[in-house]
Structure formats: structure tokens, C-alpha cells
């Protein structure tokens, strides 16, 4: 079986078509030792479809939360950031996506 063919080989021309989705990731800080990724989900929800949703191990008092659409990201950021969650003030925040990163490739596969 043959390697596929490498359509882009510059970081100016791959995958751009990607570059204005980052709005559609919002990242939460702040959150409660022990939040689980359903807690995020029951929290967001009500802001629109949830494509993905995970809590870091490497940060588990963070959350990334990748939504359908960009106007369902940022109702999410401008209604719960600065919202009390566990008795904790939470922040939520668009995140940037970085080509050729994994953020990146999640928003290919959503």
C-alpha cells in the first residue's frame, strides 16, 4: 500500500479552510477537583449540541468544550463565564487553535 500523496507543505497553506473555527472551542478554567466530564456536559448543554467535551488529566481543574456552531460557543462564554460552579468562580474563554495541532485536528474529524 502506497503512502497518501501530502497536499500541503507549508504551515501558510494547510488546512486553512480550519483556521476561523477556533471560536467554536471554549475552554473553562477553574473548575472543581473531581468535575467530570458529564458535569461539563450537564452545564453546557443548554447552549447547543456538544461535539466534544474532556477534562485533562494533565489539568483536571480545566475543560475543553467543542460546540456545533460558533454562536453557540460564545453564548456559552458570555452566559457562564464568571458563573459560580462548586462554590468556585469559573472562567470560560474561546480557545485558539494552533495548525497542525491536536486542537486542529479535532476540529477536522468533529
Known amino acids: 500500500m502506497s503512502s497518501p500523496v501530502v497536499v500541503y507543505e ?6 486553512s479552510q480550519h483556521r476561523n473555527e477556533s ?5 473553562v478554567l477553574n473548575l472543581a477537583l473531581g468535575t467530570s466530564e458529564e458535569d461539563v456536559r450537564a452545564a453546557f448543554c443548554e447552549f447547543g449540541r456538544i461535539q466534544h467535551c474532556f477534562v485533562p ?5 480545566t475543560a475543553i468544550v467543542v460546540f456545533s456552531t460558533v454562536t ?15 462554590e468556585k468562580q469559573i472562567c470560560v474563554r474561546r480557545k485558539a487553535v494552533v495548525a497542525r495541532g491536536g486542537l486542529a485536528l479535532l476540529l477536522r474529524i468533529s
Open 72 to 86: 453557540e460557543a460564545i453564548a456559552s462564554m458570555r452566559s457562564m463565564d464568571g458563573a459560580i460552579a462548586d
Open 23 to 27: 471560536s467554536r472551542i471554549v475552554s
Open 10 to 15: 507549508d504551515d501558510a497553506s494547510y488546512c
Open 57 to 61: 488529566l494533565s489539568a483536571p481543574t
